[in-house]
């Protein structure tokens, strides 16, 4: 089982400060890595795709690189709507997982 | 754009099997991957498994003794069978669309194991 390791856990931010969050793998998994808000009571939402991929109707602000076992969600201008849980997810492997996720609260 | 709802009974109890249904609209279910995830109340994603239309399936090793995913392509519909169900199979349950990756997703419906 490839496991994701988010950090960190949770981050308090004040609005328009850039926020970033990274994800590794427990093994390399090529660029085949995704990444998922989550706001409270509703279903997660594409972020980006295969690593740095933009998702049509995602804000610019949100982005995305990394390769083999490191990755990275930036959040440029952090914005009072972007409080929400963000997962990372791998489909490298025939066992998808997800990251524990990163909760990120607004100041 | 496609939108993909799921069914079943909110309640199930222990040693039950739970059954859920998601209903595919906007478009075919003829492709693609259909995959199902969870969610314990308050933790992480959990992904449980995908069956491709053709019925070829893919499942989370440690839930593979108790899952079966199946598609009625006739429906537009696919469906998840979990057995002998405990608390800790508590969790909302979302249906998803995948190419690639789960991209289209259900509002999830939450399924409570308890007596």
């Known amino acids: 089982e490839i496991v994701l390791t988010q950090s960190p856990d949770f981050q308090s931010v004040t609005p328009k400060e850039k926020v970033t969050i990274t994800c590794r793998a427990s093994?390399?998994?090529?660029?085949?890595l995704h990444w998922y808000q989550q706001k409270p009571d509703q279903s997660p939402k594409l972020l980006i795709k295969?690593?740095?991929q933009s998702i049509s109707g995602v804000p610019s602000r949100f982005s995305g690189s990394g390769s083999g076992t490191d990755f990275t969600l930036t959040i440029n201008s952090l914005e009072a709507e972007d409080a929400a849980t963000y997962y990372c997810?791998?489909?490298?492997?025939?066992?998808?997982?997800f990251g524990q996720g990163t909760k990120v609260e607004i100041k | 754009q496609v939108q993909l709802q799921e069914s079943g009974p909110g309640l199930v109890k222990p040693s039950e099997t739970l059954s859920l249904t998601c209903t595919v609209s906007?478009?075919?279910?003829?492709?693609?991957?259909w995959s199902w995830i969870r969610q314990p109340p308050g933790k992480g994603l959990e992904w449980i498994g995908y069956?491709?239309?053709?019925?070829?399936?893919n499942y989370n090793p440690s839930l593979k003794s108790r899952v079966t995913i199946s598609v009625d392509t006739s429906k537009n519909q696919f469906s998840l069978k979990l057995s002998s169900v405990t608390a800790a199979d508590t969790a909302v349950y979302y249906c998803?669309?995948?190419?690639?990756?789960?991209?289209?997703w259900g509002q999830g419906t939450l399924v409570t194991v308890s007596s």
């Open positions: 998803a669309r995948a190419d690639g990756m789960p991209r289209y």
């Open positions: 906007g478009g075919s279910i003829s492709s693609y991957y």
């Open positions: 069956i491709y239309y053709s019925g070829s399936t």
């Open positions: 093994q390399s998994i090529g660029s085949s």
């Open positions: 295969y690593a740095s």
């Open positions: 997810h791998q489909s490298s492997s025939l066992l998808w997982t």
